[in-house]
C-alpha cells in the first residue's frame, strides 16, 4: 500500500499511524514506513498521531518500550510535523474516545 500513498496527501491536514504494540517483529518496517511519511513534502504541514494498537493482548510492548525502539525522541526533534502518541485498542475500544478528541483539536478551523 506504501507506493500509493502519495496520492493521497493532498490537502492531508491529520496522519493516523498504526504500529502494533503486540508484533515487535514488525517495528522495524512500520518505523520505515513512518519515517518515509514523515519525510514526504505532502505531509510537511500535517499534525501526526501515532496510535500504538493492540494493548488489549497480553503480549504488547509498553508505550515506553514501543517509543525507545522506534527511537521516537530523535524522530520527534527531527520531524517538521507535530507528533502525538496514543494507546488503543481497536479491539475493545480502548483509547478511541481520546484519538476522537485529538482529531477534533487538531483539525479545528480557528487552528
Known amino acids: 500500500m506504501g507506493p500509493i500513498w502519495p496520492s493521497y496527501y493532498g490537502d492531508c491536514h491529520c496522519l493516523l499511524?498504526?504500529?502494533?504494540?503486540?508484533?515487535?517483529?514488525?517495528?522495524?518496517?512500520?518505523?520505515?514506513?513512518?519515517?518515509?511519511?514523515?519525510?514526504?513534502e505532502g505531509l510537511a504541514e500535517a499534525s501526526v498521531l501515532i496510535l500504538f494498537n493492540k494493548i488489549d493482548?497480553?503480549?504488547y510492548m509498553t508505550i515506553e518500550e514501543m517509543k525507545s525502539l522506534i527511537r521516537l525522541p530523535d524522530i520527534?526533534?527531527?520531524?517538521?510535523?507535530?507528533?502525538?502518541t496514543a494507546e488503543i485498542s481497536a479491539h475493545k475500544g480502548t483509547g478511541l474516545s481520546e484519538v476522537m478528541h485529538w482529531l477534533q483539536d487538531t483539525h479545528r478551523p480557528d487552528r
Do not use: E, R, Y
Not at 498504526?18 to 520505515?32: E, G, H, I, Y
Not at 520527534?76 to 502525538?84: D, L, P, V, Y
Open 57 to 59: 493482548l497480553p503480549c
Open 76 to 84: 520527534i526533534a527531527c520531524a517538521k510535523q507535530n507528533i502525538t
Open 17 to 40: 499511524f498504526m504500529m502494533d504494540a503486540a508484533n515487535p517483529t514488525q517495528l522495524s518496517a512500520s518505523c520505515v514506513q513512518l519515517l518515509g511519511l514523515l519525510s514526504a
